[in-house]
Each structure stands twice: as C-alpha cells, then as structure tokens.
C-alpha cells in the first residue's frame, strides 16, 4: 500500500490529519485519486479553486507533481479529493486500484475527530451580535479596536463555558 507523507499546494505544506491515495478505474479511463482529512481552514481557502498544482510525497521517497481537480466532499470531517486524469497507468503498479463497481473506498475518517483537527488548526468565524446594554459599556466596546474585542470575548466565552461544564 502506498502511502503519503506529505502534500504541497501551490508550493505551501498542508496539514494532513489522514489520507489515501489511489487509482480508480471507470469506463472513462483511470484517474490518480487523493483524498484527505485536513483542517476546515484549508477547506475554506480552497473550496473555490477547480485546479491546484500538487507536490505529493509518498513514504517511499517518491515525489508526484501534478496538477489536480479538487472536489470538496460534504459532510463529516474536512475532506479534500484532489484527481488527475492517468496516460500510463504502469508506473502506478503499486498504487490500490478501486474499480467504479466496487463496494469498497478508502474510508479515512476513522481513527480521527473534528475535535483532534482543530487542536491542531482552529477555524475562526466571523460573528455579529446584537446587543442592549447600558449606554456607558456601549460607549466603552465603540471605543475598543476590533482585535481587542476578538481576544476579550475568545477570553470571556471560553471562562464562562468552563464554568458551566464544571456545574
């Protein structure tokens, strides 16, 4: 079975929690199929992109340049399915071939947690909040740089859920 040990996007490394690498076989022909588990950031930075230019190493010393389709796969952890169309499959030899009537796909969810990906790399959001206060803390948050509010409500959400999950 071949392995990757690690995966370049347009020349920057990408977090890889798991992944799998294969060719699968349709009656249109065969395409090299990457999929993996990465953080919900990168899924972000790239869900709008159709190509990438991929560097893949494999654990053998093995290095594979192409550039790929990306799909971005619904539901579950945070997935990429990057695909090239192959000329010659006979230097994939070792490659795991999945035909398209197979029952069976590389499942790489298992083993790992949204929780565990995001210790690594934790997405941020942007939120806004409506709120009625007292004229003098109204004034106050105005007053505030935007950096200074994010850090002081990161602080005080994480306090106060704390609290109640000690309750």
């Given at each position: 079975?071949?392995?990757?040990?690690?995966?370049?996007?347009?020349g920057?490394?990408?977090?890889?929690?798991?992944?799998?690498?294969?060719?699968f076989?349709?009656?249109?022909?065969f395409?090299?199929?990457?999929?993996?588990?990465?953080?919900?950031?990168?899924v972000?930075?790239?869900?709008?992109e159709?190509t990438?230019?991929?560097?893949?190493?494999?654990?053998?010393?093995?290095i594979?340049?192409s550039i790929?389709?990306?799909?971005?796969?619904?539901g579950?952890l945070?997935?990429?399915?990057?695909?090239?169309?192959l000329?010659d499959?006979?230097?994939y030899?070792d490659?795991?071939?999945?035909?398209?009537?197979?029952?069976?796909?590389?499942?790489i969810?298992?083993?790992?947690?949204?929780?565990?990906?995001?210790?690594?790399e934790?997405?941020?959001?942007d939120?806004?909040l409506?709120?009625k206060l007292?004229?003098d803390?109204?004034?106050?948050?105005?007053?505030?740089?935007?950096?200074?509010l994010?850090?002081?409500?990161k602080?005080?959400?994480?306090?106060?859920?704390?609290?109640?999950?000690?309750?």
């Open positions: 079975m071949v392995v990757v040990k690690s995966v370049k996007i347009d920057e490394s990408l977090h890889v929690f798991k992944s799998s690498i294969y060719i076989e349709s009656s249109s022909g395409t090299l199929e990457l999929d993996m588990i990465v953080s919900e950031v990168a972000k930075k790239y869900r709008n159709e990438l230019i991929l560097e893949i190493e494999l654990e053998d010393g093995r594979i340049n790929m389709y990306l799909k971005i796969l619904p579950g945070p997935q990429l399915n990057l695909f090239c169309e000329d499959v006979q230097e030899g490659f795991e071939k999945i035909n398209e009537y197979d029952a069976w796909f590389p499942n969810e298992n083993g790992i947690t949204l929780e565990e990906i995001r210790k690594v934790m997405p941020n959001e939120v806004s409506k709120l007292p004229i803390q109204a004034e106050w948050l105005k007053n505030q740089k935007k950096g200074n994010n850090e002081i409500f602080e005080l959400i994480y306090d106060y859920w704390k609290k109640q999950e000690s309750k």
